[in-house]
């Protein structure tokens, strides 16, 4: 079984941005996509993620924003050679993942975006039961999880 706990990433008025991180590791998932990827020479569409959160974080998690890819989201929105996984909460909080190059069309194309994105379909799953049970709440803003901030697969 597989802690994964919800990391604040970052945050702003008008989003909250948390990211997974597997217990024992030091790293959230989003920087190790990220850096792997830096350094694998894809610094083009990096950057494409990185303006794709900064418009997220300033006008909100709108759905014009992402992908629907089954019950989760992805991005960014326009062309790159990368995507990124996420569970948008809603228009003031997303939880994101890692991600992986695009293969094809599909994202069964790609063995790296097909494992994310199951990973991510899991941890949805969870994330809502713990909700129902309670266990983890939103703030009366809607900008913050509180509770027990992890989920075990």
Known sequence: MNRI????YSRSKK??????????CPVTETDLFLDEYFEKGFFEDIRLIRR?????????AQPRFFRAENNVTAGPVTFSRLRIYCI?????????????EKKGQKTQDGAETWKTMKLMMAIDKKLIEKIREK????SDDL?????ELFVDL
Request: proline share 0%; net charge neutral.
């Open 5 to 8: 706990y919800f990391e604040l």
């Open 15 to 24: 989003v909250t941005v948390y990211s997974i991180r597997f217990e024992g």
């Open 52 to 60: 794709w959160l900064y418009n997220i974080k300033s006008r909100g």
């Open 88 to 100: 948008r909460c809603s228009d003031s909080m997303i939880i994101l993942d890692g991600g992986g």
């Open 135 to 138: 266990a983890i709440h939103y």
């Open 143 to 147: 900008m913050t999880l509180q509770g």
